[in-house]
């Protein structure tokens, strides 16, 4: 079989695509990541408990995480390529409504509206980087990923030099990020009829070839799935307690300002960024089951560690512990796609729902911890988690996730 005739069967990878919904994924999640960094000013202004502001993480999450499953598999039957628009539309309408709310009932309201836009938006994305990747889905999860980690540690610096000095009403401000948003996925959208078709028939030509979608046994998909699933939980567990405590906890222990702790909580979440696209692009070269391995049981010992240190070794700390921590994510989808093809919206919807539920559940269990104890329990208990990361020992070994 000569050169010419091999060539066809790999799919090209779509990179100004990759780039746009890296964008799109930076402006979701940067307006997502608002919430909790303006929770300084909402427990002031509306006198919170860590309680109550566990329950504001809460709310979001699961508002985020429930439609994003149903939403997949709908749109792995009737793809639906403008449906992130449409999500853009309810995360708009979240930014303004938290904006001019005078209520804790009113804040529930508005970041439920922004967690229903997120699940909207997510499984479609999924899709298309999965389509636009070619035969590199660590690169394209990765530029997905590196995208939305970055918009998330964004927003503390936002909060620092907007939120803080304007206050709550400033919030409104930011809708003009959902209207850039929805002007980039309607030229997304366009693309997707070309691309989809593109990797739809590279495919049926590679399995005409013998290169035929390899089917898992139930239990082999079962078992991965629960596996994985155990896996987010410690991950996302871990990282909620910085997203919505790191602030107060260096309020608290160090005695930094707001403005001082949010820029240390932002780059903490740079370091997410680095770390998913350095998994996604490592991925690709020593497999998804040695990437899985390494970023959710290596933090271990810094994770131990951390408790105990100062301000300076803190924030190195921190960082070093999400930048591993943050590339399992990518392994994690796309181990997941690999044991259910053709599952794409359902696996996206799935995984990002979990992301968002189980960081969710976490807030609010350690919010209680918190108002029970304070804030350094919380670390010191958290420190534990990457020992879940054990559980890698029981994933499927699967000839794609190698």
Wanted: hydrophobic share 55%; net charge positive.
């Amino acid at each position: 079989m000569t050169t010419a005739t091999l060539a066809p069967t790999r799919p090209r990878t779509h990179l100004a695509v990759l780039v746009m919904l890296g964008l799109t994924h930076l402006l979701n999640d940067l307006m997502q990541s608002l919430i909790p960094a303006a929770y300084p000013i909402l427990r002031d202004a509306y006198a919170l408990d860590f309680v109550q502001i566990g329950m504001i993480t809460m709310t979001f999450q699961i508002a985020g995480s429930l439609l994003q499953p149903v939403i997949g598999m709908v749109t792995d039957r009737y793809p639906a390529p403008y449906s992130p628009v449409v999500g853009m539309m309810f995360t708009l309408s979240g930014l303004v409504s938290l904006s001019m709310t005078q209520s804790y009932g009113g804040i529930l309201v508005s970041v439920a509206l922004i967690g229903i836009g997120s699940s909207i938006f997510h499984p479609e994305a999924t899709r298309m980087a999965r389509y636009a990747a070619g035969g590199r889905q660590g690169l394209a999860q990765g530029i997905f990923q590196v995208g939305g980690q970055a918009g998330g540690a964004l927003g503390p610096v936002f909060a620092a030099l907007i939120i803080v000095p304007w206050g709550q009403p400033s919030l409104a401000l930011f809708a003009v990020l959902a209207l850039l948003a929805m002007m980039s996925l309607t030229w997304i959208g366009s693309q997707q009829r070309r691309i989809s078709a593109e990797f739809a028939a590279l495919r049926a030509k590679g399995a005409k070839g013998g290169a035929a979608i390899v089917r898992h046994a139930p239990t082999t998909i079962a078992v991965g799935l629960v596996v994985l699933t155990l896996l987010m939980f410690s991950k996302n567990a871990y990282t909620e307690s910085f997203r919505s405590f790191y602030t107060f906890y260096l309020m608290d222990r160090f005695g930094l300002s707001i403005p001082s702790a949010q820029m240390m909580l932002f780059v903490f979440l740079l370091a997410s960024a680095a770390g998913a696209l350095i998994g996604g692009i490592v991925g690709d070269r020593i497999g998804r089951y040695r990437v899985i391995w390494i970023s959710v049981l290596g933090p271990l010992p810094l994770t131990l560690i951390l408790p105990y240190a100062d301000l300076f070794w803190t924030g190195v700390l921190t960082v070093a512990i999400n930048l591993i921590m943050a590339s399992a994510f990518a392994s994690i989808l796309i181990y997941a796609m690999e044991l259910l093809p053709g599952r794409i919206g359902l696996i996206g919807g799935l995984f990002y729902g979990l992301n968002f539920g189980l960081g969710g559940i976490a807030a609010a269990i350690l919010g209680g911890l918190a108002d029970s104890y304070d804030v350094e329990t919380v670390y010191r208990i958290c420190s534990f988690l990457p020992l879940v990361g054990l559980l890698a020992w029981f994933l499927p070994r699967i000839e794609d996730g190698r």
